[in-house]
């Protein structure tokens, strides 16, 4: 072999390694050419959660194919690259927005975003304390909201009386599932009661099976999760079980494809409208950097999946407390604390 092929072979495997070395996978999404550009970073959970960052890449693709935007997404492996990764999008890739999927971002969009003046950041599920710099656009939900009212359709399907709930990691957010799913069965069902367990885990579905198993041996038959990947093991858990008994409720988008004949329902989030309306406003130039756009049930933000497992009489009951949770006339808790006091008027 002469000396200029081992060169080129030793270049070759040099940028295999640190390719494959490195803190993120890249997706380019499809074929957009336009001059704008619009970025995405995931959380350790990945673009295939069947979850969170699932829907929010829906999002962009959304920009994609309706606004023409050339669009990009770096999935993070561990926490240690959501600095690196973002900073690539907004120094090498040039994005015009980078969107941070998550609050595990909290502390490295403040910081990137001071680097890259000129360019623009979204985060999803935090309004950094309320110290949103001026090139940050933070998008929050009402999760609570849309969590009472699956917390209704279990508390009024449940049989056994003992429902259970599945959170990721221990959060302030999470806690707003826990606390809205709770106060939701406890409205319908005085009787029922709530488990819960964490998987301290955004991607562990092992332990989302293990727990799941545990609640669904004890006695408990509907169980919902908000744990991004860990969800998987509950649905993966509840399909082994007796159907028409033990039922599963999804998160953040449609889940009933991982286990169509034992979901109940799902919560849904619409991260990729948010997304994808956050990002129209900044093409057209009608955005307003520097604030925290809220979405509940008023806005469209949150909502829940109407099944055929759902009866009428319970779907009339959640339709009926989903108006006057528009109207104002029921404000939802957002922690447990409040959950724990809380009784509809």
């Not at 001071?114 to 933070?138: E, H, K, M, W």
């Not at 979901?263 to 093409?283: G, I, N």
């Not at 509940?296 to 949770?325: A, C, M, P, R, Y």
Request: glycine share 12%; aromatic share 8%; net charge negative.
């Amino acid at each position: 072999m002469s000396k200029k092929s081992w060169v080129a072979l030793l270049l070759s495997a040099v940028l295999i390694a640190a390719v494959g070395c490195s803190g993120q996978n890249e997706n380019t999404g499809g074929t957009g050419e336009g001059d704008f550009k619009v970025g995405m970073v995931t959380d350790t959970g990945g673009l295939n959660d069947e979850s969170f960052n699932q829907t929010a890449w829906e999002g962009i693709k959304r920009t994609e194919s309706e606004l023409g935007a050339t669009i990009k997404a770096l999935e993070s492996k561990r926490d240690e690259d959501y600095i690196p990764n973002l900073t690539k999008m907004a120094k090498n890739d040039k994005a015009d927005i980078t969107w941070a999927v998550g609050f595990k971002f909290e502390k490295a969009i403040p910081e990137v975003a001071a680097q890259f003046p000129n360019a623009q950041f979204g985060i999803v599920d935090s309004n950094l304390g309320g110290n949103i710099p001026g090139n940050v656009t933070a998008v929050t939900f009402k999760e609570e909201e849309g969590s009472f009212l699956v917390g209704v359709i279990a508390g009024l399907t449940t049989k056994s009386n003992k429902v259970g709930f599945i959170g990721g990691i221990t959060s302030p957010l999470i806690k707003k599932f826990e606390a809205g799913f709770t106060a939701g069965v406890k409205a319908v069902n005085p009787n029922a009661t709530v488990t819960a367990a964490y998987a301290e885990s955004f991607t562990d579905a092992t332990k989302g099976r293990s727990l799941a198993q545990n609640m669904y041996n004890s006695g408990v038959d509907v169980i919902f999760h908000a744990s991004g990947g860990v969800g998987k093991g509950l649905f993966d858990e509840v399909k082994t079980r007796e159907q028409g008994k033990f039922w599963a409720i999804g998160v953040d988008m449609d889940q009933s494809k991982l286990a169509p004949d034992h979901t109940l329902t799902s919560m849904v989030k619409k991260v990729d409208v948010a997304v994808f309306d956050v990002t129209k406003q900044l093409k057209e130039g009608t955005l307003k950097p520097g604030t925290q756009i809220e979405l509940g049930l008023k806005e469209g933000g949150v909502d829940f999946v109407k099944s055929n497992h759902i009866s009428q009489d319970v779907l009339n009951k959640v339709e009926e407390l989903k108006e006057k949770i528009v109207k104002g006339e029921i404000k939802v808790p957002a922690t447990m604390e409040e959950a724990a006091s809380f009784k509809l008027q």
